[in-house]
């Protein structure tokens, strides 16, 4: 789906952010609607989110690596990925992380590749995997305690299909379409880790070429890591398809089961010791990537978004370390909630992030939707309707972690009213219900004038008028003057200590007050959306070509 997702993002959503002149998505909500509850919503959720679904699953999966290689303890593993991740991103900033993200991602894709040769060839290929897979059948079934069905340890027989039964799969196909789209709209999107790359791209164009890009990486993922995992169940069939709590417990830590550990046990036990080298940093070098994302822009929310308004008049000094405590405090908020990732959704940690995702990302998928695509939405609208799927999401979301969602060993006792309903289906519903919600309030209220809305809204895109900010003066910074008059101690006078305390938060570096004329001059810059034809029409050309491709790869594996 991430396809089709980013080509929406480059051509659609991100020329609406630019010409907004925004640096967060919640600052775009707010010129969009005005008044701040609605900003101050979307960043705390925000930061919920990336704990709940990607700090520490990042963490979790990075320990789970570290752990099966290494043999360390699984806390012990993550303090080790955290300490090294934290040092370049607190010190580096958004540009060390864009760099090393570039050259992580070269070597995590030639690692993955020389991977996936070494699992085909230990197989037998592609067409004896197909067929190895579906007797890839554990021996080890018996438990006295439990009566456990042939159906919790025989493949499933819609393995190698995209497109399942919509009522009795693991991922019904509407589900799989829909509600993965939007998913994919609030994460591709509207996501700050997302967007804060595109915008700051140097144009238009460059956005457009990321994401194609970026669509073209995301097609390897079913051969690097799919692929490779079902083969590590055909070669280690008792331990990747456990299903006696006790054994998968011995096996890996987790008595729900041991799918987590397929990779790392196909890079332990299949690749020779210096490629075994090379992947473990390929996997620490993608986890790590995906860490010092998260932490740059949780802490650029934070500081934009929630500190400047607990303290108007915070120096520049102030921001930036109360950005890194606030990271501090994330890693450890995250940490405490690795147990629960453990249990989660029968041990799998890929169907935990997308339920987490589905309980609380469509409503800020409708909000932006709306919001971009639809003039009359108002901010009475888009806060009653964020506030009702938060409810909505929350009471499905806190059921399951309360009475457990269970697995096919031991199923749930969860009502079937509460979680009988597939997250994917969940995710629909909350989606359209939100957006009944929104466009109810909002044309039962007074709309917002158009000239608050120029550039704002996919209508208004082209607008030239001088636009009037709703609310400007509520969230204006009273320090921002301050900030830049502060004077710094002379370099003489600074000790060696403080030398070293200036140079990893980031104070040493000089700040220069622009006039007024260079101010307009860099705004006028940072908010054209205009391109050159050639590569307007490069670009074009190459989005119609990726969706060709995409649409081949779903018919060819429905």
Same mark, same amino acid.
């Given at each position: 789906?991430?396809?089709?997702?980013?080509?929406?993002?480059?051509?659609?959503?991100?020329?609406?952010?630019?010409?907004?002149?925004?640096?967060?998505?919640?600052?775009?909500?707010?010129?969009?609607?005005?008044?701040?509850?609605?900003?101050?919503?979307?960043?705390?959720?925000?930061?919920?989110?990336?704990?709940?679904?990607?700090?520490?699953?990042?963490?979790?999966?990075?320990?789970?690596?570290?752990?099966?290689?290494?043999?360390?303890?699984?806390?012990?593993?993550?303090?080790?990925?955290?300490?090294?991740?934290?040092?370049?991103?607190?010190?580096?900033?958004?540009?060390?992380?864009?760099?090393?993200?570039?050259?992580?991602?070269?070597?995590?894709?030639?690692?993955?590749?020389?991977?996936?040769?070494?699992?085909?060839?230990?197989?037998?290929?592609?067409?004896?995997?197909?067929?190895?897979?579906?007797?890839?059948?554990?021996?080890?079934?018996?438990?006295?305690?439990?009566?456990?069905?042939?159906?919790?340890?025989?493949?499933?027989?819609?393995?190698?299909?995209?497109?399942?039964?919509?009522?009795?799969?693991?991922?019904?196909?509407?589900?799989?379409?829909?509600?993965?789209?939007?998913?994919?709209?609030?994460?591709?999107?509207?996501?700050?880790?997302?967007?804060?790359?595109?915008?700051?791209? /140097?144009?238009?164009?460059? &956005?457009? !070429? @990321? =994401?194609?890009?970026?669509? $073209?990486?995301? #097609?390897?993922?079913?051969?690097?890591?799919?692929?490779?995992?079902?083969?590590?169940?055909?070669?280690?069939?008792?331990?990747?398809?456990?299903?006696?709590?006790?054994?998968? /417990?011995?096996?890996?830590? &987790?008595? !729900? @089961? =041991?799918?987590?550990?397929? $990779?790392?046990? #196909?890079?332990?036990?299949?690749?020779?010791?210096?490629?075994?080298?090379?992947?473990?940093?390929?996997?620490?070098?993608?986890?790590?990537?995906?860490?010092?994302?998260?932490?740059?822009?949780?802490?650029?929310?934070?500081?934009?978004?929630?500190?400047?308004?607990?303290?108007?008049?915070?120096?520049?000094?102030?921001?930036?370390?109360?950005?890194?405590?606030?990271?501090?405090?994330?890693?450890?908020?995250?940490?405490?909630?690795?147990?629960?990732?453990?249990?989660?959704?029968?041990?799998?940690?890929?169907?935990?992030?997308?339920?987490?995702?589905?309980?609380?990302?469509?409503?800020?998928?409708?909000?932006?939707?709306?919001?971009?695509?639809?003039?009359?939405?108002?901010?009475?609208?888009?806060?009653?309707?964020?506030?009702?799927?938060?409810?909505?999401?929350?009471?499905?979301?806190?059921?399951?972690?309360?009475?457990?969602?269970?697995?096919?060993?031991?199923?749930?006792?969860?009502?079937?009213?509460?979680?009988?309903?597939?997250?994917?289906?969940?995710?629909?519903?909350?989606?359209?219900?939100?957006?009944?919600?929104?466009?109810?309030?909002?044309?039962?209220?007074?709309?917002?004038?158009?000239?608050?809305?120029?550039?704002?809204?996919?209508?208004?895109?082209?607008?030239?008028?001088?636009?009037?900010?709703?609310?400007?003066?509520?969230?204006?910074?009273?320090?921002?003057?301050?900030?830049?008059?502060?004077?710094?101690?002379?370099?003489?006078?600074?000790?060696?200590?403080?030398?070293?305390?200036?140079?990893?938060?980031?104070?040493?570096?000089?700040?220069?007050?622009?006039?007024?004329?260079?101010?307009?001059?860099?705004?006028?810059?940072?908010?054209?959306?205009?391109?050159?034809?050639?590569?307007?029409?490069?670009?074009?050309?190459?989005?119609?070509?990726?969706?060709?491709?995409?649409?081949?790869?779903?018919?060819?594996?429905?």
């Amino acid at each position: 789906m991430a396809l089709v997702i980013v080509i929406i993002l480059g051509w659609l959503f991100v020329p609406i952010y630019i010409r907004a002149g925004v640096v967060t998505m919640p600052e775009y909500l707010k010129k969009r609607f005005g008044g701040n509850r609605i900003r101050i919503y979307l960043s705390v959720l925000s930061l919920f989110l990336y704990i709940f679904t990607k700090i520490s699953a990042d963490m979790f999966s990075g320990a789970i690596f570290i752990r099966e290689s290494l043999g360390l303890n699984l806390y012990v593993a993550v303090v080790i990925l955290l300490a090294i991740t934290a040092i370049y991103t607190v010190t580096g900033g958004l540009t060390a992380v864009i760099y090393t993200d570039t050259l992580q991602t070269i070597i995590m894709v030639v690692g993955s590749f020389i991977l996936m040769g070494y699992a085909f060839n230990a197989v037998g290929g592609y067409e004896a995997m197909k067929e190895k897979y579906m007797n890839a059948i554990t021996s080890e079934t018996y438990d006295p305690m439990l009566n456990i069905s042939a159906e919790c340890y025989t493949p499933r027989p819609d393995s190698f299909h995209l497109l399942r039964d919509p009522l009795n799969s693991d991922l019904p196909w509407p589900g799989l379409i829909f509600g993965l789209s939007i998913l994919a709209i609030w994460y591709w999107c509207t996501d700050q880790v997302i967007v804060q790359r595109c915008l700051s791209a /140097k144009n238009l164009s460059h &956005v457009k !070429a @990321g =994401c194609i890009l970026c669509g $073209y990486l995301k #097609l390897l993922p079913m051969y690097l890591m799919v692929f490779p995992g079902m083969i590590s169940r055909i070669l280690y069939t008792n331990v990747i398809a456990c299903v006696v709590p006790s054994l998968c /417990k011995r096996y890996c830590d &987790v008595e !729900a @089961g =041991c799918s987590n550990i397929a $990779y790392p046990m #196909l890079v332990v036990n299949l690749m020779p010791r210096g490629l075994r080298g090379l992947m473990l940093s390929v996997m620490l070098a993608s986890l790590m990537s995906s860490l010092t994302s998260i932490f740059n822009s949780s802490s650029t929310l934070f500081t934009m978004d929630i500190w400047t308004k607990i303290r108007p008049k915070a120096t520049e000094k102030e921001l930036m370390l109360a950005g890194r405590v606030f990271t501090l405090v994330l890693i450890g908020i995250s940490i405490a909630w690795i147990p629960i990732v453990q249990k989660a959704q029968s041990g799998k940690l890929f169907d935990y992030i997308q339920s987490i995702t589905s309980y609380l990302g469509p409503p800020i998928a409708s909000i932006f939707f709306l919001g971009i695509f639809v003039k009359r939405v108002n901010e009475k609208g888009a806060f009653w309707g964020l506030i009702f799927g938060l409810a909505v999401g929350l009471a499905r979301m806190i059921a399951e972690f309360v009475i457990g969602t269970g697995n096919c060993v031991t199923p749930s006792m969860c009502p079937v009213i509460i979680c009988g309903i597939h997250y994917l289906y969940f995710a629909i519903i909350l989606f359209v219900v939100t957006c009944l919600v929104v466009l109810i309030v909002s044309f039962l209220t007074k709309p917002i004038p158009d000239k608050h809305l120029y550039r704002l809204c996919w209508t208004l895109r082209y607008s030239t008028e001088e636009r009037e900010d709703l609310d400007q003066d509520e969230w204006k910074n009273e320090g921002t003057d301050s900030r830049m008059d502060v004077s710094e101690e002379a370099p003489q006078d600074v000790k060696c200590w403080k030398k070293a305390y200036n140079w990893f938060c980031g104070f040493d570096q000089p700040t220069q007050k622009l006039s007024k004329e260079e101010e307009e001059a860099l705004q006028k810059k940072l908010t054209d959306v205009s391109e050159v034809p050639l590569w307007r029409n490069v670009v074009n050309v190459n989005a119609i070509i990726l969706l060709s491709v995409c649409v081949f790869f779903w018919a060819f594996y429905a």
